[in-house]
């Protein structure tokens, strides 16, 4: 078929879409595809089209920067299909059977769509459980399918299929845990200073996540103290800050080698930035829940060169979300290594 004449997935991928395609014809309302975050969307292409080219119409949902939207990445790499349209800002109508959209401008739509794929893997997760599944209810009809993309089920006791690896064949970081009593607001445990001091030496930029806006200046004061001495590019980002001035930062702190990044923002911070280590500050916060601290630890693995990455959680004491996101790192690894799909 013309439309996939450059599409080469891999025999994992390949399998899982035509399962997908499978399912689309069958009885099932409803699916899951549990997945790593920042997987690849490609094994929708399939059910995608074979809905368009059926005149039925998609909506997919995914909270990506417009700048760079893996699916419709993966659309122009792998076929010659274009009809479709971009939902931005409130321009919400469209006669394209295609609609791709982020949550916000999906919730203004009034129409109903035949398929709906949620994508919770390919951004940082910004709703809930509860939210997602409002908006699912908003824009189906009565026989929708709905395709759930996410690091877990959405959707208890649907029919799942499951995909524990990414590309590069690489198991996911298993972040640990460094339990302190000292009060990080104002002092670094030496084993923390140990481990930036060792990231920056291998040439990785070291990325401090702390829960909140007052906790960047008091970080980045000690951490300018001690470890000026080998980086002298520390800076700081703030989710409150202006777009354009975060993203130039974020732009420099990509391209200066041997830095440090503190910031309580999340959303931005994680888009593109390979070759990084990760240290959750204050990670027995309430800001970070289980599915914040699995993307960090999915965002330290991303580059493909260097697949040792670190992430720490610094915290006074362990919480439920600490421990259940170690626990979901070790069960997608073990179901890897199970099927055979590590390479290490």
Not at 67 to 94: C, H, W
Not at 173 to 197: G, Q
Not at 206 to 214: E, L, Y
């Amino acid at each position: 078929m013309l439309l996939f004449q450059k599409m080469r997935l891999n025999n994992e991928k390949e399998k899982l879409s035509e399962a997908i395609l499978t399912w689309s014809m069958g009885r099932d309302k409803f699916l899951n595809v549990r997945s790593l975050p920042y997987n690849s969307s490609e094994i929708f292409i399939k059910v995608i089209l074979h809905y368009v080219f059926n005149h039925k119409k998609v909506m997919y949902i995914t909270n990506e920067s417009s700048e760079k939207v893996d699916i419709i990445e993966k659309m122009k790499k792998y076929t010659g299909f274009r009809s479709y349209a971009y939902l931005r800002n409130n321009e919400v109508e469209s006669s394209a059977l295609l609609k791709i959209s982020n949550f916000y401008n999906a919730s203004k739509i009034v129409e109903k769509f035949d398929l709906i794929i949620y994508d919770d893997i390919n951004s940082f997760p910004m709703q809930n459980i509860y939210e997602i599944l409002g908006l699912i209810t908003k824009i189906s009809k009565s026989n929708t399918k709905v395709l759930m993309y996410a690091v877990e089920n959405i959707m208890r006791n649907k029919k799942e299929f499951l995909l524990p690896v990414r590309d590069n064949k690489s198991p996911i970081i298993e972040p640990r845990t460094i339990l302190t009593r000292i009060d990080v607001n104002k002092d670094i445990p030496f084993m923390v200073y140990d481990y930036i001091k060792w990231s920056i030496s291998c040439g990785r930029k070291v990325i401090i996540c702390v829960p909140s806006k007052d906790k960047v200046p008091k970080v980045h004061f000690y951490i300018r103290n001690y470890c000026s001495g080998f980086t002298k590019s520390i800076m700081d980002l703030y989710k409150e800050g202006d777009s354009n001035g975060n993203k130039k930062i974020i732009n420099n702190f990509e391209k200066v080698k041997r830095s440090i990044l503190i910031t309580n923002n999340f959303y931005e911070t994680f888009s593109n930035i390979k070759n990084i280590d990760i240290m959750v500050y204050f990670a027995d916060d309430a800001e970070f829940d289980y599915k914040k601290l699995i993307y960090f630890c999915a965002s330290a693995g991303r580059s493909e060169r260097d697949l040792k990455g670190e992430v720490i959680f610094l915290a006074n004491e362990e919480t439920e979300d600490m421990e259940k996101a170690k626990s979901i790192a070790r069960s997608f690894n073990k179901e890897a290594w199970e099927m055979g799909l590590l390479r290490i």
